[in-house]
């Protein structure tokens, strides 16, 4: 979607994105410049300070400045949460206590998350995927199945509150229907508050 037909569809919301060392980076900055260009406010949340080292698949890429940590950041204070893969970065938060709360805390709210790659394994250690349908990179359909979700091989799955999507050349697909996710949720946030 063009920028100029995409802005100010999400005007002001608030969007953390969890992410640390391995993070692949397409899917990192690719998301995010779609969500900054649709009016996001975004909010890199890490396990540390300074800055995560990201990933071209199994070359290391560019160093990333970290806005917040858990420490500082309230799952409260966002309105959606977006969670990029590599597996090195999905590996290493999926045993964070404190971003498996995080997801928690943003799924019990009914607020909206986009996960892609591997990913979903913080949603799997979070306790959150059972009976839910979603997709993954195809080397952890294994671990999404086991813990009782409905995996399935497409470019993009967007059910409830969720939308999922499977690898770096799903991220067009999974752009567009994130910004709708998190322009519907916008929209019924305003109704309610009004």
Known sequence: MPSNVASNRIQGLRVAILATD????AELVEPRKALDDAGAKTTLISVKSGTIQAMKHDEKSKHYDVEATFENADPKEFDALLLPGGALNADALRVVTEAQDFARSIDEAGKP????????????????????????????????????????????VREDNWVSSRQPSDIPAFN???????????????????
């Not at 996710?181 to 019924?188: I, P, V």
């Open 22 to 25: 391995g993070v692949e980076e």
């Open 113 to 156: 998350i986009a996960v892609i790659c591997h990913a979903p394994w913080l949603l799997i250690s979070a306790d959150l995927v059972e009976g839910r349908k979603l997709t993954s990179y195809h080397t952890i359909q294994d671990d999404v199945r086991n813990a009782g979700a409905d995996w399935v091989d497409q470019e993009v």
């Open 176 to 194: 567009r229907e994130m910004i709708s996710l998190f322009a519907e949720s916008k929209a019924d946030k305003s109704k309610n508050a009004a």
